[in-house]
């Protein structure tokens, strides 16, 4: 009886973290929170179109496949961001600033995947703070320090958590992901999913400070 | 080997009824299945325009938005219907006449929850008939009665089913939920889902009655 | 400690499963992966409108609806395609050339069913190689070869699995579902997942062959 109720509580516990967005962690990186693709390397399979570019791309010239990015796939294959080569960014809006404690890069998993050639392999996650109303998508590289750097293993889990270094525990409400490289394929590189973990920072307790 | 098949035996059972929906239990205010929302107070980050209303609300002026409350969550943060201040009510048509058993009202899960304070907290669910072609949406309170009160706690599962007073069962095909407060916040209260369970009455059977 | 580890084994290889499109199986014919429904029986419920039927229907004439049939249904009553009557078909193309080894049909589950009289019963599944810019979509019999028979079964899991026979182990990149009769519906029947599962015929080794 008493490996009956532990069973159960195991079942329940997995089951409802499952149910939680798989992870059970808070995304700020998520679309429906509020996180958006602010620009991105070439897509791959993008076709230029003179006047009908409107309805491929945003006016920030973001192409309109890449929220998929920020949003879950449900063990789909095919919701992903395809990006050409084997090598390029995304950058992220984050919905509020945080202090940014892990990254998530999640692929297709092996028993559904036509083909796993396309997961991006080495990586390096980064992070700053960027004006809301900043018209100048070009940052300088002075402000973005790096959260971490890392290898997605295609033998491991396919939601793969990396954590940031505690060096880099300094607010940013926007990141960067560069792939360098990826598990093969010769023509891109498809992102399922980035999810960004941290907490806000608590406002200032002016009471205490004073006292 | 009877404890690994007892084991067996749970998980694949509580896996079943995740994936039935999540707690496996017939929904007739599911919108895939012919619910679809009537009124509800005013939602909330709603931006009047005057000519370009169309694509904001249709013809009865329901919020494009307002279809999430009967559509599954799926784990995601955001994916609820917002309304404005700490009070306010949602009415919806069922797929059919049933006699209400259960209600479960859902809020987005604790783990992944950016923050929970718009949860609706004291609540009301009421139904009644109403004519299909009834082109006054004013229903009048006569005809309307208390299915069942209750309080969301933010401690517990984030899906609860309350069951409805016995005196209640009575045939409805549309319901209202009344929430007269919400968990904190001062701006808006976020419906995730509203899903309403019971039993279409049976056919009369008119062979047993003649004998 | 020993059944506890064995209990928890259990549990994250059911949920991997469950979180990998439930069956953790590749599907050919999954529209995400590159599937698309080539023909169909007459749909039900379909409007018809003389110039408006062209958001119903493609220039292929195939429904919109018809893709939910190569969609995932997430536990959902409502997400299917549904046919006139209790006899039809429907063809889809694979997203690739394949030689099959299993077709699964999906139903609703029915703890969450409104009425499972929809669910189709006697099936048979075909498959051929058909030219990618065939513009003529009426095949000859003499290519179409029977992958598998089954009977959709009410009492057994609501996606169910069944063998190809070997002797049809040839390559295909178009399967045909016929069913021949549901589970009582007068007026319709519904398909809500069909996948086609298999492997890719691997590249001739040359050099091999040459040796
Ligand atoms: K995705
Ligand atoms: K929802
Ligand atoms: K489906």
Known sequence: DEIKAFAREIVEREIERHAADGLGMVDYALASGGGRVLRHSEPYGFVKVAAGGVWLMNRNRVSNEAEKMIRPSFGEPGQCFALKGGSGFVEIRLRTAIVPEAVTLEHVAKSVAYDRSSAPKHCRVSGWMQGQDS???????????????????????NAQTFKVEP?????????????????????????????????????????????
């Open 135 to 157: 018209t100048d998508l070009e940052i300088s590289n002075a402000k973005m320090f790096l959260l971490t750097e890392f290898t997605y293993d295609l033998e491991k889990s």
């Open 167 to 211: 060096a880099a525990f300094n607010l940013v409400n926007t990141v960067r992901l560069d792939f360098t490289s990826n598990h093969g394929s010769a023509t891109h590189t498809c992102i399922y999913r980035l999810r960004v973990h941290g907490h806000e920072p608590s406002p200032v307790p002016a009471m205490e400070i004073l006292i």
